[in-house]
């Protein structure tokens, strides 16, 4: 059962991009949900630029629990490992998980992702990403905008491959409904490279009876990637996300006997 005002966790990876994560963490402090039922937990991929000064100045200043997670750099993108080391690592009391990526979030962002958990159904919930070299809160500014209401509104549906990283949420109960060791922890740790490693988790959430909500107003912003941002942090993305797309959009096809992703 999930509480009137369940214990949340909010959970982050971050390598090498120390403005932006002290941004992302200094916009989810400004959360309206009382600073008592939730906490961060971010995990530092072996950054060598100042990421980890920054964090420890956070974690040391902030009114809110920040537990930082600091691991050698293996691979990139090794996001499936790393969320399941963020989830792990979270207080024992979580009820409700929320996974974000390097973003800016809205005051009630916490508060939009709960309100799903709370009547304690199983619910997989995928917020908007807005996108754009400044910041926006306009949906046209969303790649998935289409799968809203009228309006804008929030819609639920059947499209697994529409659950992006940077903004979800799911409850405990639903996640150790769907664990399986050693390797499903909730993420599938044989997955790496870019992509699809969300899709995955959302397609055996589906299976197991959650019903999965794109709701608009537990979106994030998500500024542009640039490539000299990408150059300074080491990544050739534009490879990572070629490469990543082909070999994991296949190993979902292979490991779940499906003929083709659904397109949203």
Request: a negative charge; one cysteine or more.
């Amino acid at each position: 059962m999930v509480s009137e005002i369940p214990y949340v966790t909010v959970y982050t990876i971050t390598y090498n991009q120390s403005d932006v994560v002290r941004r992302t963490i200094d916009r989810l402090l400004e959360q309206d949900y009382p600073r008592q039922r939730w906490a961060i937990v971010v995990l530092d991929d072996g950054s060598t630029d100042d990421t980890a000064v920054v964090l420890a100045r956070q974690a040391r200043y902030s009114p809110i629990s920040i537990n930082v997670l600091s691991v050698i750099h293996e691979a990139d993108y090794m996001s499936a490992a790393r969320w399941n080391q963020c989830i792990a690592h979270s207080p024992a009391q979580t009820e409700v998980f929320i996974q974000i990526d390097d973003v800016c979030v809205r005051p009630d962002f916490i508060q939009q992702h709960v309100k799903w958990h709370i009547p304690d159904l199983p619910c997989l919930v995928t917020g908007a990403k807005f996108e754009g070299p400044e910041e926006t809160w306009e949906l046209s500014s969303c790649r998935r905008a289409k799968l809203a209401g009228p309006g804008g509104t929030v819609r639920e549906t059947e499209q697994f491959t529409a659950v992006w990283g940077a903004s979800l949420s799911f409850s405990r109960q639903l996640m150790e409904t769907v664990k399986e060791p050693p390797h499903d922890m909730p993420y599938d740790e044989r997955m790496s490279g870019w992509g699809y490693h969300e899709v995955e988790l959302a397609y055996r959430m589906q299976k197991a009876g959650a019903t999965i909500v794109y709701d608009p107003q537990a979106g994030v912003f998500h500024q542009d990637h640039t490539t000299e941002s990408e150059t300074h942090r080491g990544l050739d993305r534009d490879q990572q996300v070629t490469r990543g797309t082909q070999d994991n959009q296949q190993y979902v096809l292979a490991k779940h006997t499906l003929e083709q992703l659904p397109r949203w």
